[in-house]
């Protein structure tokens, strides 16, 4: 199996643009979840769904944030409008139970 | 509310050395987890602990589960430069529904040749 695919692995946008990341979590998995890593606040979980249903948003920051999952093998954290302090390594993981297995994440830089 | 407190935050050491980092908490985990994400990565799991006071081997490093399941900790023996990286303990968010984890800040090890 490739394991969880992340794209873009790195981003740079300027301030107010839409920044679209996206994930193909790993087959049969029927847990995904999106966290946001930074060096002040560790790991943090953004959203994470089960079975395609979003289960628990509370993380994410404001409404700027915004997640889908349309299908079992694709995901999408979007940013609308992007600010300097959303930047961060953003994380796939999925998982089918208990462990959880990572993407390489998305490096995103908002000048 | 549920934490996870890793430490040491910081860890720098010298090939050939030992070193033990530790997750506590003041809650009751039916689980706990460790992974280790190297630069530029995202984080693997390495071993999950589900009884309160197990020992677990993988090679040079050593997980132990709390007797009370409140704490873990993972013991290197003989470090090098490829044990280098950030180590997370996580476990059961029982706020939240199954799968879903909550992860310690973790502690950074450096080891050098």
């Known amino acids: 199996d490739a394991g969880v695919i992340q794209s873009p692995r790195h981003e740079v946008t300027e301030m107010g643009q839409e920044v679209t990341l996206r994930c193909k979590p790993i087959?049969?998995?029927?847990?995904l979840f999106w966290y946001r890593q930074t060096m002040m606040r560790g790991l943090e979980l953004l959203i994470y769904?089960?079975?395609?249903?979003?289960?628990?948003d509370s993380g994410m920051p404001e409404d700027r944030f915004s997640a889908k999952m349309p299908n079992a093998s694709f995901s999408t954290l979007k940013i609308q409008p992007s600010e300097p302090r959303d930047s961060a390594v953003y994380f796939c993981?999925?998982?089918?139970?208990?462990?959880?297995?990572f993407g390489p994440g998305t490096r995103l830089l908002v000048l | 509310t549920q934490l996870l407190e890793q430490s040491p935050q910081f860890l720098s050491i010298q090939e050939g050395e030992n070193l033990t980092v530790y997750c506590n908490s003041s809650?009751?985990?039916?689980?706990l987890q460790w992974y280790r994400q190297e630069p530029g990565e995202g984080p693997v799991l390495l071993v999950t602990?589900?009884?309160?006071?197990e020992v677990k081997k993988l090679k040079r490093l050593t997980f132990q589960f709390g007797d009370a399941r409140k704490d873990s900790s993972l013991h290197i023996t003989a470090a090098q430069p490829g044990d280098t990286g950030l180590y997370l303990c996580?476990?059961?968010?029982?706020?939240?529904?199954?799968?879903?984890?909550?992860f310690g800040k973790g502690t950074k090890l450096s080891v050098k040749p």
């Open positions: 769904f089960n079975n395609n249903v979003p289960i628990d």
């Open positions: 602990v589900v009884t309160g006071g």
């Open positions: 993981a999925s998982s089918r139970s208990g462990a959880q297995y």
């Open positions: 996580a476990g059961p968010n029982y706020g939240g529904s199954q799968g879903n984890l909550i």
């Open positions: 809650s009751v985990f039916s689980s």
């Open positions: 087959s049969g998995h029927d847990y």
